[in-house]
Structures are given as structure tokens and as C-alpha cells.
């Protein structure tokens, strides 16, 4: 499939997943052999509620991301940087993917959404979870979906940090399940009841968390908090000595038992078998 503009030609390579009368595509560029994203509006009442809002993107120049809005056969096309990289989830199952990175992947974020300086409706579309994704050197980019589009009016700040809020909330998992750094539990919460004004003042907050949680030792912050996980890890921590121990009764049980048995089978093999009966005849002792 080719999609073509005034100067420049699409190819398409892969399709992506779509919503309603929205499609995707990862597309080469022919003229320049770079990689790109189409998003595609068919529907002809969102395309007239999005036409405009979306020519106006293209305008601000902050918005390095968004490539190009045109038209190509009776539909809307926007066109997106694309690099190749994987989703966020699948890189948080990384064994090596340790707090620290994951603080510097959530920081990347939030350094990315500044610097492109976008509209609240697209800061809420990138911050979705499935549109976050990384290179292998960690560099952040965002694929746009397009949800709810024609709705773009009605987002505001607060619905963005309750993506965000999504987006950490999966990120730091495991120490909020654990409890372990209260500090990341405190931030979580501010974001959820949407505290902050606006993408500063959020980033100003994130900043001062970060450093305060590397600022702590690091086996305070793998300290569990609450009293069932800690309870685990101190029984977890006797779980060696206790396998030892019961080796130790296993053997001294084992080497009793031959004992035993050694010792009764000499006790069985000295006494006399005396029969009282041999078919129909009774033998009597004298």
C-alpha cells in the first residue's frame, strides 16, 4: 500500500492496531528512508469535529513528533516520527530492569512530553501505556492512537495525570505492592488526585521524589513496610539455617535406624525355632 502526498511518498510496511474508523500504519518514507507513523481518520464527521485542531498541531513547531496532517484519498492523515523499540511492559520484565532505570524511564517520560510541548488531549494519547514505548538505549517515543479524537475538547490536565498515574502505577509495581518506598506510594497519590497545575509543577515533584528515593540506602529501600512482607522475608532469611538443620535430623535419624535395625536382627537371628508339631505327630519336651 502507498500513500502518497504533494512531495512525498509512504510506503506501508506494517499495519498497527486501529479503533473504530481510526488506522494505523508504519510506514518508510521513500524520498528520505525514514520510518514513520500514519494515523488515518476515514470517518467524515471526525475528520470535520478534527480538521482544524489537528493543522494547528502542525504549527507548533515544540511538537517535533508530528511530522505532517494531509489529505490522501477522502482521508485525514497525520504523520509521526517512528523508531523502532519495544512497549514499555515488555521491557519492565527485564530481570536487570532495576529501580534506578526504571526512575530514569519514568524521568524520560516526562523530559519527552516538555520538550515536545503538546496540547493536553495528545499528552493523555501518548501517556496511554500501550503508546510508551523505548529503544534499547532507553530513548522514549510515543505512537499515537487517536482515541477519542473528536473529544479532544474536553481533556484537560487532570485526566493526563491520571495516565500517568496508570503509567507509574505499572512501572513501580512491585515496590507499591510491597510498600517498600512510601516515597513512590506519596507521589502516586498526589498524581491520582490530580494535585498538580500543570506539566512543571508535576515534573518539579517527580524531580524532588527521584532524588529523595536514591538519596536512601538501598537496603532500606528493598524494606518492605508492611508486616506480611516483612514477616516473609525474615522467615525467608531463616529458610538456610532451617534446611540445614533438618538435613542434619534427617541423617542422625537415618543412622539410628540402621542401628535399630542392625540390632534387632541380631537379636532374631539367636533365638531357637522350636516346633511343637510335625504333621500328626506332638513333640513333647523331656
Known sequence: MVIKTLDKTYTVIRELL????IDRYVCREDETEELATLVC????????????????????HKFADLKECFFFEGSLYSAFAFKEGRAVSDVLMDS??????????????????????????????????????????L?????????????????????????????????????????SIPL???FLRDTRQAVFADLPELFTAYDRMEKEVLAEPEEERMMPKTWPFRLWDRIKGYIPTVKKAAMAVLLLAAVLFLIWSFRESMNQGGQKVQFEQIGTVDIKDE
Open 96 to 137: 536487570e530492569c532495576s529501580l534506578e532505570q526504571r526512575l530514569k524511564m519514568t524521568r524520560s517520560v516526562l523530559e519527552k512530553l516538555m520538550l515536545l510541548a503538546m496540547p493536553d488531549y495528545f499528552m493523555w494519547d501518548a501517556l496511554d501505556r500501550t503508546h510508551v514505548f523505548f529503544t534499547e538505549d
Open 41 to 60: 481518520i476515514r470517518d467524515k464527521d471526525v475528520i470535520r469535529q478534527t480538521v482544524d485542531f489537528l493543522m494547528q498541531q502542525q504549527k507548533n
Open 184 to 186: 513512590l506510594a506519596d
Open 18 to 21: 486501529g479503533q473504530f474508523s
Open 139 to 179: 530513548e522514549v517515543f510515543f505512537q499515537f492512537g487517536f482515541w477519542k479524537i473528536q473529544e479532544y475538547g474536553r481533556f484537560d490536565f487532570k485526566m493526563v495525570q491520571s495516565h500517568f498515574a496508570a503509567l507509574f502505577e505499572l512501572i513501580f509495581s512491585e515496590e507499591l505492592v510491597r510498600q
